[in-house]
């Protein structure tokens, strides 16, 4: 009896919680960190690119993992494409790729193992030694 008396006590204080009514939605999108931003910038100005380009991300099959990833700076959206926008840069990319690079965050390093774009994404499964492919 002492058992059923908390249980339902306790099950009656969580339907009354005004916690409850307010869940947290996940936000999926792509990210990008502070020096891949500042990278992206640099090259942006360097290959004197308008402000109508934005930084396309793609997956592509191919690599040691079986699938790539892909960037370019484009300036022609394409129908169906997702487009994010983190710290002040247009990530675009299309609805196949989306399905791998959600919640996908693009690092950029410049340390002695290797300088250049990298991808920290959840959905990877394995990697290659480079980081340039990825299973799922």
Do not use: W
């Not at 947290?24 to 960190?33: A, E, G, N, S």
């Not at 308008?50 to 191919?62: A, E, T």
């Not at 790729?97 to 340390?111: H, M, N, P, Q, V």
């Amino acid at each position: 009896m002492f058992y059923f008396t908390i249980f339902f006590k306790l099950n009656l204080t969580l339907r009354k919680s005004p916690l409850k009514k307010h869940r947290l939605k996940t936000l999926t999108m792509i990210f990008i960190t502070d020096k891949a931003k500042e990278r992206v910038l640099q090259i942006h100005e360097e290959e004197q690119l308008g402000p109508d380009y934005f930084l396309r991300i793609s997956v592509v099959g191919g690599g040691c993992s079986g699938l790539s990833y892909k960037l370019d700076f484009d300036n022609e959206p394409q129908k169906g494409d997702q487009v994010f926008e983190d710290k002040g840069i247009k990530l675009v990319t299309d609805i196949k790729s989306f399905l791998y690079l959600c919640d996908t965050t693009l690092e950029f390093t410049a340390g002695l193992n290797g300088k250049g774009f990298h991808f920290i994404n959840p959905n990877a499964s394995r990697t290659c030694a480079c980081g340039e492919s990825f299973a799922v």
